[in-house]
């Protein structure tokens, strides 16, 4: 099945039995022959981190603490592990914190099954994992609180280049390698976009390279 060469490994969040379960079998559909951990308490999560996962489905409301205080060790001690939130919080504001922490993902488990499935196979492809409710507000959100114009006018091409490579979902080395420069320097671009953007996560970027009308090449 597609996407699951690189998701291998996977970790699963949820203190709820029944919901872990569900998650469980959502993961198996969408990344056959994954392996899948699962841990119901943050503390038990923290002790399976060194453990090189692909991908982290982490839920926030967990009875030992919050959800996206692991989400930011985990980007800490295991950057390459993608992170996609799973919960029942919609609210504006946690979304917004969700991205800032470094979520690449953020599904509502209200949302039917095979949704979610198509949701999570597409992470194979680059493309982050947003519930559609939340991509429309996610985007309603940049609208209002976005940049100005003039931020976005002070990149430079080259980093409206990395900007368009990485929001399509290449990894820092795949755009050294489009690109032919140092994976050191993409790294210095993503920064800068990152801070004339206001914004702190591959996600977000995704949105904005989407919302510039950014295509790689130099058209939009």
Not at 108 to 113: D, F, I, R, S, T
Not at 136 to 152: C, K, L, N
Not at 178 to 193: D, N, P, R
Request: glycine share 12%; proline share 3%.
């Amino acid at each position: 099945m597609q996407g699951s060469d690189g998701m291998q490994r996977i970790l699963i969040v949820e203190d709820i039995a029944e919901t872990r379960d569900w998650l469980v079998a959502l993961v198996a559909e969408a990344f056959e022959g994954a392996q899948i951990d699962t841990a119901a308490l943050l503390g038990q999560a923290r002790g399976m981190m060194g453990r090189g996962y692909d991908l982290a489905l982490i839920d926030l409301g967990l009875p030992d603490g919050s959800g996206l205080d692991f989400l930011r060790q985990m980007r800490a001690a295991s950057p390459a592990t993608i992170c996609v939130v799973t919960t029942v919080i919609g609210d504006d504001a946690i979304v917004v914190s969700a991205l800032s922490a470094g979520a690449e993902g953020y599904l509502l488990k209200e949302n039917p099954a095979g949704v979610l499935t198509r949701q999570l196979m597409q992470i194979g492809d680059g493309v982050p994992a947003l519930s559609p409710s939340i991509a429309r507000r996610i985007m309603q959100h940049f609208r209002y609180t976005g940049p100005s114009a003039g931020e976005e006018q002070q990149m430079t091409e080259r980093e409206r280049e990395v900007l368009s490579l990485i929001g399509r979902g290449l990894r820092n080395a795949e755009v050294a390698r489009e690109l032919g420069i140092a994976e050191s320097t993409v790294a210095g671009y993503i920064k800068a976009v990152y801070r004339k953007l206001g914004i702190s996560s591959r996600a977000e970027a995704a949105w904005h390279a989407a919302r510039l009308g950014l295509h790689h090449g130099g058209e939009g």
